[in-house]
């Protein structure tokens, strides 16, 4: 090709990107503003959908703490040891599987229980020990479930146990401790809450199950229920 020939068609090629290259860069920024509006949408939707799930749990947790409370003041069936046993530590172990450690009231509603009868002296304490228990079975139940996610029996027996192993041990240190019962006096009530413990146990695995098979759950992200 003659040199005239070749400075032509590279002077045509240097006009062609000159006028090719506005165009060019009004689609990438074109490109760039749209994959900035889809991420930000995508990022409010699931803020939205992150604000929609915390204040559904929040009103879930204000149900479970009055039907905690509820059910450990009027829900009693009589214990064979002569006295009554509740389904408080069922709901609360429910409440720590369906809600977690933070949001689930177990604390609340057994302290609230504890005060509207008379037993003023043990707020505190059970305000601590109801809310371990719902600690205990939130975070060994998931850690279990995490390992076998196809078996979730298992978990909730063993975070179930747990939760109220702490149960007894608690009340039995804070009547020795801190209600000024010596340590064979606390022991007497060590029985009536192995039993509370066990009823607790039972009921609460066999309600989870059937509200695992149930669409109730579905509504929002729950912590540990397989």
């Not at 450690?101 to 609230?112: D, F, K, N, Q, R």
């Not at 228990?133 to 995490?146: E, F, G, H, Q, T």
Request: hydrophobic share 50%; glycine share 8%.
């Amino acid at each position: 090709m003659p040199a005239d020939e070749r400075k032509l068609v590279s002077s045509i090629r240097r006009i062609l990107v000159l006028e090719l290259s506005p165009a060019r860069e009004y689609n990438n920024v074109k490109q760039i503003k749209a994959k900035s509006l889809k991420r930000r949408t995508t990022m409010d939707i699931k803020e939205k959908s992150t604000s929609k799930d915390k204040l559904l749990k929040i009103c879930v947790t204000a149900m479970f703490a009055a039907l905690i409370c509820v059910a450990t003041m009027l829900i009693q069936i009589p214990s064979p040891l002569n006295g009554y046993v509740n389904f408080g530590d069922c709901f609360i172990l429910i409440a720590a599987w369906v809600l977690g450690p933070v949001y689930a009231a177990g604390g609340i509603g057994s302290a609230l229980a504890d005060l509207f009868t008379g037993y003023v002296h043990y707020v505190p304490g059970t305000f601590v020990i109801k809310g371990l228990i719902a600690v205990a079975a939130a975070l060994i139940c998931r850690a279990m479930l995490k390992k076998m996610p196809k078996v979730s029996v298992p978990a909730y027996i063993v975070s179930a146990l747990a939760g109220e192993i702490i149960m007894v041990g608690g009340y039995y240190l804070y009547a020795a401790l801190l209600l000024g019962k010596s340590f064979a006096g606390a022991a007497a009530s060590v029985p009536g809450n192995l039993v509370q413990g066990a009823f607790g146990l039972v009921c609460g695995v066999v309600i989870i199950k059937i509200i695992a098979k149930t669409r109730v759950l579905n509504k929002f992200s729950t912590y540990a229920v397989q």
